[in-house]
């Protein structure tokens, strides 16, 4: 398989993650709102979404709802804990996450969640898509969620924040 | 979503990020407290309340989550890693992701800090290769680190052919507990 049409644009030698790297995620995000407010945390997130995530948004850009179907089965496969449902259609593709990682990693371990945690899936979500002319809308959180990603073009209204939950443990 | 698969990648990023933010005094401050601080509060618990045996059941747990080829040793005095195959710096490796300038420098960063709040020094080098060795002792031992073989045997990652990698640095710790107190040499 030739390396554009991999789904993940890294790779590595075990097959899942270490679930206690939620908590430096959780953590360098309470971190960076202290420091620069949520207004700063989300010029994190895009900057993460546009800048690192970068391979990502050009296999995007190049193989369309079908390449971002394909990252989101391999992402998921590769986190542990993850219950996620991959559906796509000619539009949309659609994750349906019934049981959050992090957060259900975070929970377990009793570690303060930074309530906006569930912000990111969005704004590090619409960096990424946007080069590639989709938008993402994200509903629920705080443990489960819909993520749609679909063409820019068929969505008038920007995405409403109150519809993603406060995380909480 | 942020995953924990490729964690090591999206971690070494932010770092050049916070850099770019607030100089390198802002990645030290997030290494001290969102790293050791936050994340892993859990090892500093085991370690000020055991000690040696909490260092071996930290790291004998998190290495081998991550995938780590490792090897530890210890005395009633002294705790060794040497770290054969860093899963964090060999992820970076393998798929060629270097933003921030050392990367190695962030296990210092937040183990340092730990360390000294528990009343530990550490001798420690690494290759910038995915290898590295270290020793963590009592601050009033004035103890010099092992010879070569000593502690570890033919585990010591110093025995390998290519610890000292062409053209490689080395960085280079003595009693540290800060990121920045380190020497840099060529490694030939």
Known sequence: ?169 | MLGCYDFCGHYEWTFEWLRQQGGESLVREYWDEAIHRDSQRHAAALIAAKGIAGMKEYWGHTLADEGAGYYCAATSATFRIDMHECPSKGFLLRNVLRRYHDYCDHCMGWIGPLLKQCGWVVDHEHNHCGQCWWELRRADDPTPPSESGKMSGTHDVRQRADWLPPHGTMDVYERANNPDDKTTRKAD
């Open chain 1, 1 to 169: 398989m030739p390396s554009s049409a991999k789904p993940l644009p890294y790779t590595d030698t075990k097959l899942v993650g270490a679930a206690d790297f939620y908590y430096a995620i959780n953590a360098t995000f309470r971190f960076v709102l202290k420091k620069s407010g949520i207004e700063g945390l989300r010029r994190y997130w895009t900057d993460l979404g546009a800048g690192y995530f970068a391979p990502v948004m050009v296999r995007w850009r190049t193989g369309g709802l079908p390449a971002v179907a394909a990252y989101w089965r391999a992402f998921f496969a590769a986190e542990p804990g993850a219950e996620v449902e991959v559906h796509q259609s000619s539009d949309v593709v659609t994750l349906d996450v019934k049981v959050c990682p992090a957060i259900k990693h975070l929970r377990a371990h009793g570690r303060e969640i930074v309530p906006c945690f569930c912000q990111h899936c969005y704004f590090v979500g619409e960096a990424m898509v946007a080069p590639a002319g989709l938008t993402v809308r994200v509903e629920g959180g705080n443990g489960s969620c819909r993520q749609t990603f679909l063409r820019h073009h068929i969505v008038s209204a920007p995405q409403d924040l109150a519809l993603i939950k406060e995380a909480a443990c």
